[in-house]
């Protein structure tokens, strides 16, 4: 029994280690184009079956109980073939004896909801907006299966750096920052709403986002090994340097307003008859909640308007003085 119980755990760990691997192959083939949806499952497997490992090697039960008898023997819930249904990665990380810790937790149920936002429907291209995202889960996944298992079950001895045939040039940086304006009104959604139910700390952990800045290096020294991607200390004077100037450059979560805060801002600046009728007039007959005008977003059946859109109504007032002074 004992051996048969060994046996099951090292299959699931076979097949979380080959589940996670072949999410990085697929991430890493220049020939698919599929890429982030099947990294996302992939990846969602193994960490399934890591954790299911997990609490079979603690004697933990992950079964799905159906109900329990009045002598407290439990019936477990089944498929209609007969198998067990075991527990899905977002009640293993439910689970209170679960060994994930918060940071790298709130990475894969952010993987979780992307996965149910997708699942169901062709997305547009999103390889390059989640990337970081992506490689904080290979982290932590190459981590935890080492920290809990033992170093023989690491990936990170069969994987390594990504070559490709030309460098980035400034167009190609231009259309990845505007990959994110094309995505579909649901995911974006779903980013913010998740992104900000973290806190700063927690956003900007490298477990939850893996993210790094490349330079192009221009020196070398001859006689050294040359290195594609060399790595300083988060703490030392080039890094603290590199932090500030990106700091200023990055893109920041846009402000977002309640639609009577822009009327209040209005009557502020002197246009005491913008109300909340003539308000609703101007953006009704721009169409402006139109998620293609970039106004706006709803999140929880709210709606939140951008600084685009305040910017829209001064503009308008300024030009229509007579009606609203």
Same mark, same amino acid.
């Given at each position: 029994?004992?051996?048969?119980?060994?046996?099951?755990?090292?299959?699931?760990?076979?097949?979380?280690?080959?589940?996670?691997? *072949?999410?990085?192959?697929? !991430? %890493?083939?220049?020939?698919? &184009?599929?890429?982030? /949806?099947? #990294?996302?499952?992939?990846? +969602?497997?193994?960490?399934?079956?890591?954790?299911?490992?997990?609490?079979?090697?603690?004697?933990?039960?992950?079964?799905?109980?159906?109900?329990?008898?009045?002598?407290?023997?439990?019936?477990?819930?089944?498929?209609?073939?007969?198998?067990?249904?075991?527990?899905?990665?977002?009640?293993?990380?439910?689970?209170?004896?679960?060994?994930?810790?918060?940071?790298?937790?709130?990475?894969?149920?952010?993987?979780?909801?992307?996965?149910?936002?997708?699942?169901?429907?062709?997305?547009?291209?999103?390889?390059?907006?989640?990337?970081?995202?992506?490689? *904080?889960?290979?982290?932590? !996944? %190459?981590?935890?299966?080492? &920290?809990?298992?033992? /170093?023989? #079950?690491?990936?990170?001895? +069969?994987?390594?750096?990504?070559?490709?045939?030309?460098?980035?040039?400034?167009?190609?940086?231009?259309?990845?920052?505007?990959?994110?304006?094309?995505?579909?009104?649901?995911?974006?959604?779903?980013?913010?709403?998740?992104?900000?139910?973290?806190?700063?700390?927690?956003?900007?952990?490298?477990?939850?986002?893996?993210?790094?800045?490349?330079?192009?290096?221009?020196?070398?020294?001859?006689?050294?090994?040359?290195?594609?991607?060399?790595?300083?200390?988060?703490?030392?004077?080039?890094?603290?340097?590199?932090?500030?100037?990106?700091?200023?450059?990055?893109?920041?979560?846009?402000?977002?307003?309640?639609?009577? &805060?822009?009327?209040?801002?209005?009557?502020?600046?002197?246009?005491?008859?913008?109300?909340?009728?003539?308000?609703?007039?101007?953006?009704?007959?721009?169409?402006?909640?139109?998620?293609?005008?970039?106004?706006?977003?709803?999140?929880?059946?709210?709606?939140?308007?951008?600084?685009?859109?305040?910017?829209?109504?001064?503009?308008?007032?300024?030009?229509?003085?007579?009606?609203?002074?």
């Amino acid at each position: 029994m004992k051996r048969r119980f060994n046996s099951i755990k090292k299959e699931l760990l076979l097949k979380s280690r080959e589940s996670a691997l *072949a999410a990085v192959q697929v !991430f %890493n083939n220049p020939l698919i &184009t599929f890429k982030s /949806e099947m #990294f996302i499952v992939n990846m +969602h497997i193994a960490w399934t079956y890591l954790l299911h490992a997990y609490y079979r090697q603690k004697q933990i039960e992950y079964r799905y109980v159906k109900s329990v008898g009045p002598s407290g023997k439990r019936t477990f819930d089944k498929t209609k073939n007969g198998a067990y249904k075991f527990w899905s990665l977002e009640d293993c990380l439910n689970c209170q004896a679960c060994p994930i810790d918060n940071d790298a937790a709130n990475n894969l149920r952010f993987l979780i909801g992307l996965r149910h936002e997708i699942e169901h429907q062709m997305t547009t291209k999103i390889d390059d907006l989640f990337s970081a995202r992506f490689q *904080a889960c290979c982290i932590n !996944f %190459n981590d935890y299966i080492k &920290t809990l298992f033992g /170093e023989d #079950f690491g990936i990170d001895h +069969h994987l390594a750096f990504s070559l490709q045939f030309s460098a980035l040039s400034e167009e190609q940086i231009s259309a990845m920052s505007d990959l994110e304006g094309r995505l579909p009104s649901h995911i974006n959604r779903y980013i913010e709403n998740f992104d900000a139910s973290l806190t700063d700390t927690e956003y900007q952990n490298t477990k939850f986002s893996y993210r790094v800045i490349f330079t192009q290096k221009i020196v070398n020294h001859k006689g050294q090994a040359d290195k594609v991607i060399e790595f300083v200390k988060s703490d030392s004077e080039v890094a603290k340097g590199i932090n500030e100037t990106y700091a200023v450059i990055r893109e920041k979560e846009k402000v977002k307003y309640r639609p009577s &805060t822009i009327i209040l801002k209005m009557q502020e600046s002197g246009y005491p008859k913008f109300k909340q009728h003539q308000h609703y007039l101007l953006w009704k007959n721009e169409n402006a909640k139109d998620p293609a005008r970039g106004y706006g977003i709803q999140i929880e059946n709210q709606w939140y308007w951008y600084d685009s859109w305040l910017k829209y109504v001064k503009d308008h007032c300024s030009k229509n003085k007579r009606l609203y002074v």
